[in-house]
Each structure stands twice: as C-alpha cells, then as structure tokens.
C-alpha cells in the first residue's frame, strides 16, 4: 500500500516568514495530492490540491509543487500570519474509486507575532 | 447544506461498553470514510465505503464495525470498547469516482476508561 512521510513534525517560524512543509510517497500510481489545515479542535479542511498532471499550483501565499520523479510533493507558506498557526497534513491517492487517501503524520506549525 | 454530521461530539465509555457513532452527509456524495486522529499519529482510516452497498477495512479496523445505511448515512460501532480506542473520530465523505476532496465532519472526541 502506499506510504506517506512529512517532515518537519513541528515548524516554528516568525510572521512574515516563509514555512515549507514537505512530503514523500511511494506508490507511482498516486495521481492526487491534498494538503489539509485542522485548527485547533476543528475539522480537517481542504486547502490546496494538486493532480499528477501539474507540476506547481499557487493561491495566494499558498503553494503546492509536485516532483513524480522523486515522488515528493511540498507545501509553501509565504508571508506567514499567526492565523496560520494550525496543524497541516498531506495525503497522496490512487486513480478511481478503489483507492483510498493515506495521510502523512501532520506537521504543527506555529507562527510567533 | 449542513455538509458532514456527526453525534455525538463527547463519549465517555467504560471497558466493554459498547457504541454507535453516527455520520450523515447531505451533499449527494458517494464515498463515505471514518478515520481516528491520534496525537503524532495524523488520520488513520478505520473502514470507509466507495459508494453505497459497499464497506472495506482500512488501515486500522480491528474492534469495529461499520453500516452503509443508505447514501446518506455511515455509522461506526465499537461492539466492546477499549481504553485503546480513545481517540478523536472523523467521519468523512467525497463525491466519488474521480472527484477526491474529502469533506469533514465535526469529530467525535471518545474517552474509554
């Protein structure tokens, strides 16, 4: 089955600074990669995506970049806010309705005023 | 729309007791999952359902069960709890097919002492 790493665990960075959080997967076969913010006490939400097919997606300060052929996919944080405080998970997918998300072990962010 | 539900939102269990937790979803979608969140752990998936009529065993499944009740409904039973089961539970639905963004529900935070 597949497996997903992330790195760092924790990542305490200064506001205004950049935070990137990375993650590697192993099964080639993976075609979408979500990454989810979960505030504290809340539900996990969707906040950026990328399919296998793109190499870079941006919103905003948000950003996700896709290597397939090191099978590792990062998430970008430019001009961190204190809002941005939360912890992040990846996950990595097969293609069609019989593969199931496998989700990384979270990366906790913070961000100091 | 009220997106994903959950009840209920706190349990306390003694060992050997047993318990329903309840998810509905109200956006038409097909897939339906359940996960545990552990500290350090990130999202595990217990059982999850491709399309209605249909259930299979996740990563951790053991001393649970799950009901597809129809499209809407996805509930998960603990038959005799464990102190091992305390977790945090989420219950999660995705349209389907190719279209893979999972919505949350609430959570459900269940102590088993």
């Known amino acids: 089955g597949e497996n997903v790493e992330q790195h760092p665990s924790t990542l305490s960075v200064q506001e205004g600074d950049s935070a990137v959080i990375k993650c590697t997967y192993s099964?080639?076969?993976?075609?979408?990669f979500p990454w989810y913010k979960q505030e504290l006490g809340k539900r996990p939400q969707l906040i950026i995506d990328i399919r296998s097919n793109v190499g870079e997606k941006k919103d905003q300060r948000i950003a996700v970049t896709l290597n397939k052929t090191a099978k590792h996919f990062s998430l970008h944080i430019t001009e961190t806010q204190p809002e941005d405080s939360a912890v992040y998970f990846c996950a990595a997918r097969g293609p069609g309705g019989s593969y199931i998300p496998t989700f990384g072990r979270g990366t906790s962010l913070i961000v100091h005023p | 729309n009220a997106g994903v539900t959950q009840t209920p939102k706190f349990q306390v269990l003694k060992t050997g007791q047993s318990m329903t937790l309840q998810c509905a979803q109200d956006?038409?979608?097909?897939?339906m999952y359940w996960y545990r969140q552990d500290p350090g752990m990130g999202l595990r998936l217990i059982y999850y359902?491709?399309?209605?009529?249909?259930?299979d065993k996740g990563e951790v499944p053991n001393g649970y069960n799950v009901s597809r009740l129809n499209k809407r409904e996805f509930s998960l039973r603990l038959e005799s709890a464990a102190p091992s089961q305390t977790s945090v539970y989420f219950c999660?639905?995705?349209?389907?097919?190719?279209?893979?963004?999972?919505?949350f529900g609430p959570g459900t935070r269940l102590t088993v002492t």
């Open positions: 999660a639905s995705s349209e389907g097919g190719y279209s893979y963004e999972q919505y």
């Open positions: 359902s491709a399309s209605e009529g249909t259930t």
């Open positions: 956006m038409n979608h097909n897939s």
């Open positions: 099964d080639s076969a993976s075609n979408y």
